[in-house]
RNA sequence: GGCGCCGUAGCCAAGCGGUAAGGCAGUGGAUUGCAAAUCCACCAUCCCCGGUUCGAUCCCGGGCGGCGCCUCCA
């Protein structure tokens, strides 16, 4: 089955050809640099880490660009009320994102252009857009003339007339259309600005995507992506003048994710005023409203913790598993219990990766697996029967993933192959004492390899976790043992009564004591 | 008002024409001094009503319910 995904443009699944063979050109639209960045900000770029990653192992050659939005009116607004610079503000939350975004596993972005490094660029493009006619200055602003784009709205589906029925559109006499947007907007005194042959200013919103996209991969682009609420308007100005300007097509594929959302506590009281009947008053309704909708909108509640925050108390690795455990479209609800459920879950793989360690002697982390598809782990010969169950997951895993980077069902497969090797371990006693066949010991090396090419592609397990630990390690280490030389006495004369007691009092402690056939585990839950 | 999305077990979540993957929780068994971990087994007819079809969770129509965007929020 070829690599099959769903564009925005023409909603369809659609078969993955790249314009060039072998080779794929992909835009992510990047964060402005106001504030440090929360858990909506990750969704996007760990999805797409995720998708090169894929694409990668399939055999394409990948270029990604995210831009980073350094100049801006929430940045002028933020940079006044902290007392600021815009520069000194972006610069300090740019390297937030980055910290962000190491932490969390993204490593595969190939550029991160500047808005304000590329103003030549934009000026460049806005000329060319005012030279076809496709754009008017007016008092020192340039527009984007919706009209005079024939194909405008495609990607949003909408019309020109639709949106100015019952739309908010700012009204604004001078414009020549109200749904005409800003590419170059004149600054006011204070505000930074640039010099452009229509005066002093700042560009508008979409021109630096456009701008950037075709300066870094050309006027033609395999893959364009970004949240759901970018599509209007910005992804469809983007398109408007990426298009006008080059009379190419833009991007071939138009990949969409889906928001974070908050479990709003706002809507439920909303919802029993209306469930028990007596009728609210209007304002209090719209009220309730009101606050339902913000609860939702994890940027504009500000409650909405950082992901610095949220790293402080979850693994990085389990919010980055939480956001590939559903389909990149689907929204995901954000709660601290659906973050730990996904933690627990992720357990068992943790235990399976110890008790490899314990069978093998070797280091799940340190395995190298195959980077290609082409180059798949080899699943030949004996076992027959763990290889064939294998291969049949490989399948089915590859199969989720060409389609349409299906990345839940694909982590579904992770853990029916947590299964396989878990009840092969189990069939062959491989984690008991005594002597083991070198050939099936290595069969488990085998399919933990496979496990490992898997995992690698949804960017996981790829090191070990940090340890929970802190500066008394040392202190506490030295204490178990005594503790557990003295548990282990009392044992050897079957005083059970101590041993437990030792055992249930640690675990009120939250240390967490197992007994091995081939001795004593503990670890710190 | 316009453009869309969604409704699968207690919770999370795949599947989207041939009688429902997986995870968490739960239940029974193996193992264990007892636990933990692990293994084995069990645990849903897919919001409602019509239609198309030999056959629908999956297609079409109509409801009901939840949600997003149209506001420089990723």
């Excluded at 996904?342 to 280091?363: A, I, P």
């Excluded at 929970?468 to 079957?494: F, P, Q, S, T």
Aim: with cysteine; proline share 5%.
């Amino acid at each position: 089955m070829p690599l099959r995904v769903y564009s925005t443009l023409t909603r369809s699944k659609e078969e993955f050809r790249t314009v060039e063979p072998g080779k794929v050109k992909m835009y992510l639209c990047g964060p402005t640099v106001y504030k440090p960045a929360h858990i909506g900000h990750m969704v996007g770029p760990v999805i797409f880490d995720t998708v090169k990653r894929y694409l990668a192992y399939s055999g394409y050659q990948v270029t990604w660009v995210v831009n980073i939005t350094d100049v801006d009116d929430k940045l002028i607004v933020r940079a006044k009320e902290n007392n600021t610079t815009v520069e000194a503000l972006a610069k300090q939350m740019t390297q937030d994102y980055f910290d962000n975004l190491a932490t969390i596993g993204v490593d595969g972005v190939d550029h991160f252009p500047y808005a304000t490094a590329h103003i030549k660029e934009m000026l460049d493009m806005i000329g060319r857009l005012v030279e076809q006619g496709y754009a008017y200055p007016l008092n020192g602003d340039v527009y984007f003339e919706v009209t005079k784009d024939a194909d405008y709205g495609k990607l949003s589906h909408r019309s020109v007339e639709q949106m100015l029925a019952g739309t908010r559109v700012e009204a604004n006499d001078r414009k020549r259309n109200p749904a005409d947007f800003a590419l170059w907007k004149a600054s006011k005194p204070g505000e930074p600005a640039w010099d452009s042959p229509w005066g002093p200013g700042r560009p508008g919103w979409h021109i630096e995507c456009s701008a950037m996209a075709a300066k870094i991969l050309g006027p033609e682009i395999d893959i364009h992506g970004g949240g759901l609420d970018l599509m209007f308007p910005h992804h469809e100005n983007e398109l408007a003048q990426s298009e006008s300007c080059s009379g190419k097509p833009f991007a071939r594929y138009w990949l969409h994710n889906g928001l974070m959302q908050a479990s709003g506590q706002a809507g439920k009281v909303g919802g029993q005023h209306s469930r028990h009947g007596d009728t609210p008053p209007a304002g209090d309704h719209m009220v309730a409203a009101q606050a339902d909708q913000e609860a939702n909108k994890l940027a504009g509640s500000k409650g909405a913790a950082s992901v610095k925050e949220l790293f402080a108390v979850q693994q990085p690795e389990t919010i980055r598993f939480f956001l590939l455990s559903t389909h990149y479209r689907s929204p995901i609800d954000f709660s601290p219990e659906n973050i730990a459920a996904t933690g627990q879950s992720l357990e068992g793989f943790y235990r399976l990766f110890e008790t490899y360690q314990r069978v093998t002697g070797k280091d799940f982390y340190t395995l190298t697996a195959p980077g290609t598809r082409e180059k798949s782990t080899k699943l030949d010969g004996e076992p027959a029967d763990l290889f064939g169950e294998l291969r049949a997951l490989r399948d089915r895993y590859l199969e989720a993933m060409d389609d349409d980077f299906n990345t839940g069902g694909a982590v579904g497969v992770l853990f029916e192959m947590r299964k396989a090797l878990n009840s092969y371990i189990a069939k062959h006693k491989l984690d008991a004492a005594g002597a083991k066949e070198p050939a099936v010991v290595d069969a488990l090396t085998t399919g933990m390899t496979l496990l490992k090419e898997l995992s690698n592609l949804l960017g996981v397990f790829r090191k070990p976790l940090p340890k929970k630990a802190g500066a008394d390690d040392a202190i506490v280490d030295g204490l178990m043992a005594l503790i557990l030389e003295l548990r282990a006495d009392a044992r050897k004369n079957k005083n059970w009564p101590v041993a437990d007691k030792i055992r249930d009092t640690l675990k009120a402690l939250k240390i967490v004591v197992e007994d091995r056939p081939d001795g004593v585990r503990w670890n710190r839950g």
